[in-house]
């Protein structure tokens, strides 16, 4: 089940999960910054791949992509968690996928806070 968290104090604080049986793996969420935009614009930049995609590696040597929007600012993200710049982008590929499928929901859950980031 995929599925879109947002925070009830802050519209701009979201992210994307897949969860299943066992597990729950965090596709995309917002921007680092104080100038993210709210979820609904967010999401559907991500739904729309609107902007300019970048792959990049942490010192740990894992890969994370970020959306950057015209602007230069970075609209979404994915955790660092991939081995391989190429399953990177394939991940974006999926957080875009179920970007759309969410937006095609009524409301996404709504929490008052979030644990682990």
């Given amino acids: 089940m995929i599925r879109l968290e947002t925070r009830r104090d802050d519209a701009s604080r979201w992210r994307l999960v897949v969860r299943t049986s066992s597990r729950a793996d965090v596709l995309a969420h917002e921007a680092g ?24 590696r942490d010192e740990t040597m894992h890969f994370r992509w970020l959306l950057h929007a015209a602007d230069g600012s970075v ?4 955790p660092a968690v991939h081995r391989d710049a ?14 759309g499928t969410v937006l095609g929901r009524l409301r996404p859950t709504v929490s008052g806070a979030r644990s682990g980031s």
Avoid: F, H, K, T
């Fill in 33 to 56: 910054g104080r100038d993210r935009p709210p979820w609904p614009e967010a999401v559907a930049q991500l739904r729309e791949g609107a902007g300019e995609l970048e792959v990049v």
């Fill in 75 to 78: 609209v979404a993200e994915s």
């Fill in 86 to 99: 190429g399953l990177c982008r394939i991940s974006y590929a999926n957080a875009r996928r179920a970007a």
